[in-house]
């Protein structure tokens, strides 16, 4: 008697971008959608080659990384995005010219797990990074005096009784507020990433998140939630916690802190998708200027099926709640 004919094959674990370079995430309508957000603001850091996360070694002789996959499929072979449309058209408003004076923008051709592993770094921040302990004392210094400065300016004393201190204190308060800029996604992952045949929603939500705005250097404050479906593969859940650390520990406005995370997480994992939804209070409309003491401002970014799907969407959003 013959037998049964066997059943389909069972797929593989390994995720298919690491067998065979593609990316779950390089669809028609997905690839558009990063290939627009990688390519809207020219950063400091555009000539740097991406390192690939699952080979960090892979530095080539003449200095690049081996790593095309990581860049928009349109600009691989173009590092320089002048010729690309969205840089050629002129904006509407000046103040709208896209410059290279906002180097920490998540909009950048380079993913966040970049040839120097600063994750998206701003100018001075290799510097600081790298600096001896003279040199960070030497900083500390500096800011000290700078804050001594700030405080006659408003006119107080700095040496009366309850101020002598206040300047060294509050430098090492902000260099303290600031710490994100001295880590990057990499270190932070630290290989926490597991094979895992699971394809349904991971949340971790109400993330607490304290950053400084950019603008007034005063505090917004607020919780995060972040989702995504895995593709094989799961990072570990404080990890989510930890990036989202990082990232709101630099000087920031909300939507690109929103969008960070939600990139960050997408290269390192390369997921079905991903959602990041940020609410907080923002003391630079609390304390001044408007001053509603009880408005909040919300912010998300969707990436893949998040995006695509308004039924996964929505199963999200109401599990948020």
């Given at each position: 008697m013959d037998s049964p004919p066997l059943g389909q094959k069972l797929k593989s674990a390994l995720p298919s971008h690491l067998s065979n370079g593609g990316s779950p995430l390089h669809t028609s309508v997905d690839h558009k959608e990063r290939e627009s957000l990688f390519a809207s603001i020219t950063s400091s850091a555009s000539h740097r080659q991406p390192i690939d996360l699952e080979s960090p070694d892979s530095q080539l002789s003449n200095g690049t990384v081996n790593s095309p996959t990581y860049l928009p499929r349109a600009l691989s072979l173009k590092h320089d995005l002048g010729s690309h449309p969205r840089f050629t058209e002129?904006?509407?408003?000046?103040?709208?010219?896209?410059?290279?004076?906002?180097?920490?923008?998540?909009?950048?051709?380079?993913?966040?797990?970049?040839?120097?592993?600063?994750?998206?770094?701003?100018?001075?921040?290799?510097?600081?990074?790298?600096?001896?302990?003279?040199?960070?004392?030497?900083?500390?210094?500096?800011?000290?005096?700078?804050?001594?400065?700030?405080?006659?300016?408003?006119?107080?004393?700095?040496?009366?009784?309850?101020?002598?201190?206040?300047?060294?204190?509050?430098?090492?308060?902000?260099?303290?507020?600031?710490?994100?800029?001295?880590?990057?996604?990499?270190?932070?992952?630290?290989?926490?990433?597991?094979?895992?045949?699971?394809?349904?929603?991971?949340?971790?939500?109400?993330?607490?998140?304290?950053?400084?705005?950019?603008?007034?250097?005063?505090?917004?404050?607020?919780?995060?939630?972040?989702?995504?479906?895995?593709?094989?593969?799961?990072?570990?859940?404080?990890?989510?916690?930890?990036?989202?650390?990082?990232?709101?520990?630099?000087?920031?406005?909300?939507?690109?802190?929103?969008?960070?995370?939600?990139?960050?997480?997408?290269?390192?994992?390369?997921?079905?998708?991903?959602?990041?939804?940020?609410?907080s209070s923002h003391l630079c409309m609390v304390m001044r200027g408007v001053q509603k003491t009880s408005a909040l401002t919300t912010t998300s970014c969707m990436l893949g099926r998040m995006r695509s799907s308004a039924k996964t969407r929505e199963e999200f959003l109401r599990l948020i709640k």
């Open positions: 002129a904006a509407r408003d000046p103040r709208d010219q896209l410059t290279a004076s906002r180097p920490a923008s998540p909009y950048t051709l380079n993913p966040p797990i970049d040839f120097d592993g600063l994750s998206w770094p701003c100018l001075g921040t290799r510097e600081r990074l790298e600096a001896t302990p003279e040199q960070t004392q030497e900083r500390l210094i500096k800011l000290s005096g700078a804050v001594k400065t700030i405080l006659e300016c408003i006119g107080e004393d700095p040496e009366r009784e309850g101020l002598r201190g206040t300047p060294e204190r509050y430098a090492r308060a902000m260099l303290f507020f600031t710490k994100g800029y001295e880590e990057n996604v990499r270190d932070i992952v630290n290989g926490a990433v597991f094979q895992e045949d699971h394809d349904e929603l991971v949340i971790v939500k109400d993330i607490e998140v304290f950053s400084l705005c950019e603008h007034h250097l005063v505090p917004f404050t607020g919780k995060m939630h972040i989702g995504y479906i895995p593709n094989r593969r799961v990072l570990g859940l404080s990890k989510l916690a930890r990036i989202a650390e990082m990232f709101s520990r630099r000087l920031q406005v909300q939507e690109r802190l929103t969008k960070q995370v939600a990139l960050a997480l997408s290269e390192i994992l390369r997921p079905l998708g991903v959602a990041v939804v940020m609410e």
